[in-house]
């Protein structure tokens, strides 16, 4: 250890270029010192009225949709995208346009008796109707049929329970004498 000792105290020493030349002056070091920042005044605690702020002419910019993320696949992005009146989907269809009603409404015989009424025999046909429309169909001719029925009561002197009124009306039609 003494020989390194001796080899570091026998090497001359380089002159340094910046304290050699003549127009180098030595700088004093300069001690830096923070200063804390001044502490905000408390606020006031009744609130400043604003003045109402005015329209603007120019159209405001419209919000930049973020950019699309590499390897992100483009149906996930468009997902958040809805149109302006939101409806309902039924989604995809489980049963064929051309199925027979009667292998669809196999347990509902009374559906199946309204059908064969009807003479619809396939979905695509009764998709065509409004279901006011199949009511009108489907209870048309039992009304037709009751009134059937309440005038032959009436013209044999009978009538239904609470159908007095009708019976008299039509016994005093049928009595009166026909305009010829």
């Known amino acids: 250890m003494a020989k390194k000792a001796i080899k ?16 180098a002056a030595p700088k004093a070091a300069k001690k830096v010192v923070r200063k804390k920042p001044a502490p ?9 009225p604003r003045k109402p702020s005015r329209p603007t002419r120019s159209p405001e910019p419209e919000p930049q949709a973020p950019a699309r993320k590499k390897g992100v696949r483009k149906a996930t992005i468009t997902t958040g995208i809805r149109d302006t009146s939101p409806t ?16 669809v409404f196999q347990n509902d015989t009374q559906a199946r008796e309204a059908f064969s009424f009807l003479g619809i025999h396939s979905i695509r046909e009764l998709e065509q109707f409004t279901p006011d429309d199949l009511v009108l169909r489907l209870t048309g001719p039992a009304k037709l049929t009751v009134g059937r029925i309440r005038k032959i009561l009436a013209m044999n002197n009978r009538c239904l329970t609470g159908d007095d009124q009708f019976a008299l009306e039509f016994q005093e039609l049928l009595t009166r004498p026909r305009p010829e």
Do not use: E, H, Y
């Open 40 to 48: 905000k005044p408390a606020r006031a605690a009744v609130p400043v």
């Open 88 to 103: 309902r989907k039924l989604g995809r269809s489980r049963i064929p346009v051309d199925a027979p009603l009667d292998v």
């Open 8 to 23: 570091k105290a026998a090497r001359p020493q380089k002159p340094n270029p910046r304290t050699t030349t003549a127009k």
